[in-house]
């Protein structure tokens, strides 16, 4: 699996819809949807998969540089329905398509049914024609993993030895499926992701690789936000840790906006639904900046109308010299439960 | 808009599902589709769109070399809903998007509604990447047409000049519509197609091309059949007419199957459903060896278990002698009401 810093065809979403899940018919979070897709369209081709009930309104609400297509999903988290794309030793590219139970299935998951979301990557894999590995037996997201593109993957216990996902597996087995999938040698384990993330702690919210050998971490100085000891255990982790290459990391801070929680009126836009996932005023939303997808030389990554905003984008500008910063309102789509890393999904440049 | 002997890149069609249609569940119908698909992927690529419920199922049932995907319609006639491809000259590959109301909207249309029908040929044009013109306005269906490649279309007064097609449009209006989208000069206007087709008479099922200045027209010598006289209109007509290139026309007899109908065990097996065309047992079927395909050297061409299946496969043959014919069995797509060709869509290959 390359690092996502590597050169990308296309980055593929889906169109928010439900409205048991984003506000007001999901009119706010399209506004949002369409705004990181036209700002990856000034660097990489993307692609919207939506269902044919709003296929005319996400035609007229994308940037007419974005391809869409008619790709029934359960939501809108192609990072974690999508393929997880891999390229062989002559540039082929492939996809995985990991079982998925909507992270948790019927012990936590956020909503059943969850049918369409598994039938996404190949969906995908067969409009590229591209071949597909389908793992199953093994359930995972793509929000649950990183990698450097040189043999090392990151992730987090809380969710990939979550007694939800795949309890038939214990460590060993589960770090076997990732070598076997991603090409990897060394997997490593952060305990946590960020507190009451409700996809039980997905790396892509809470540490990143910006480069071999070097992580971008969330980070809190707040020692009274229970944030603060999850993000203390996974520097420490780091620090002990080395990468598949053998090198010791360098981990980088990167800010966390304020605690952010859902207001009374954004709880009371969301349809009522026995099987989805309910949204509560007051309940703390998992608000991370590291969850920004690198695309063909830009970072796009989420603003909170938050002090913290600009500190961030500086630091990742820092981190990526090389890469454009940009930033893009945010809210409605934490409000749906992720962020841009979660409504995105690479594609790697194959044979040169 | 090139002649279908062109090199065609691929040849997409749809799946049919709607079970108020197709006897069975449209399991025998999909069986028949299957066939076909396999037998153009020996010449052509095929994609083929699915709804979001039949996708499984389609997958399973098709070739694997067939492309898979999403894209939803309210029937299976991917030649009437589908683009019509045209060729710049420069190679450059677009797709008209015809308004499509049925096959006469609420006067004596087949079904409602048709908006799944109407965004077809747009999802493709997406899909691929590729310019659109949308004949707003103007309705067509593409089994209502065929071209020569060097200028002249073919088609019937029984559909174009329909009261339930374009009422507002008169014959010289009608003509220039054709002009401007397909880059046409001449029209040849058949009094009317096959009897009792319930396209109105699309000149598909009647006679085409199969070579510039030589038509295959279907042919009986029954004189007592109502369809004689319909055939013995078309040939007085193109004996006095010349192509767009001055040329007199040599036409083709091509023999006709016998009458068929709906069986009482057939039309019992169709959902009962007012919004849809009924198929009554004994109802005669416009049932023709003229609805075949042209693809990359191949005719694919229907066979209904009738002496005359190999005398038009003959026929066929030595009309187009650097081809191969392919015949299926396609009762199950006739009682649907049409045939291969109005089952399918071909792409023309562009810029060389």
Not at 37 to 48: E, Y
Not at 170 to 187: D, S, T
Not at 268 to 275: E, H, K, L, W
């Amino acid at each position: 699996m390359p690092a996502e810093w590597s050169p990308q065809s296309q980055v593929w979403m889906l169109w928010p819809e439900r409205p048991d899940n984003w506000r007001y018919g999901a009119k706010p979070a399209q506004g949002a949807f369409a705004k990181v897709a036209a700002a990856i369209a000034d660097h990489t081709p993307v692609t919207v998969g939506v269902s044919a009930d709003q296929f005319e309104n996400a035609c007229a609400r994308l940037d007419p540089r974005v391809r869409v297509l008619e790709l029934s999903a359960n939501d809108a988290w192609a990072r974690d329905v999508g393929p997880t794309f891999v390229v062989d030793g002559h540039g082929g590219v492939r996809g995985v398509d990991w079982q998925f139970n909507a992270w948790g299935g019927l012990a936590g998951g956020l909503y059943q049914p969850w049918n369409r979301d598994d039938q996404v990557a190949e969906k995908i894999c067969r409009i590229e024609g591209i071949d597909r590995y389908r793992s199953d037996g093994f359930v995972l997201e793509g929000g649950a993993i990183h990698v450097d593109g040189e043999g090392t993957v990151l992730t987090t216990e809380e969710c990939l030895l979550h007694s939800n996902r795949n309890p038939q597996l214990n460590r060993a087995q589960i770090e076997a499926q990732l070598r076997l999938y991603l090409g990897a040698e060394k997997i490593l384990w952060l305990p946590e992701g960020i507190v009451d993330d409700e996809t039980n702690g997905h790396i892509d919210n809470m540490a990143c690789f910006v480069a071999p050998g070097q992580i971008a971490l969330a980070w809190t100085d707040n020692v009274d936000d229970p944030q603060h000891a999850c993000c203390q255990r996974a520097w420490d982790y780091l620090q002990a840790q080395r990468d598949a290459r053998g090198r010791a990391l360098k981990v980088h801070k990167i800010v966390l906006p304020q605690p952010l929680a859902h207001t009374a009126e954004e709880a009371d836009g969301i349809d009522i639904a026995r099987n989805a996932w309910p949204r509560r005023a007051g309940a703390r939303m998992a608000a991370s900046y590291i969850n920004f997808l690198i695309s063909n030389g830009a970072l796009i990554v989420p603003a909170f109308d938050d002090p913290a905003d600009q500190i961030a984008a500086n630091q990742l500008a820092d981190l990526m010299p090389n890469h454009q910063v940009i930033q893009i309102p945010c809210r409605e789509i934490l409000l749906g439960g992720g962020n841009i890393h979660c409504i995105t999904q690479q594609q790697p440049v194959g044979r040169a």
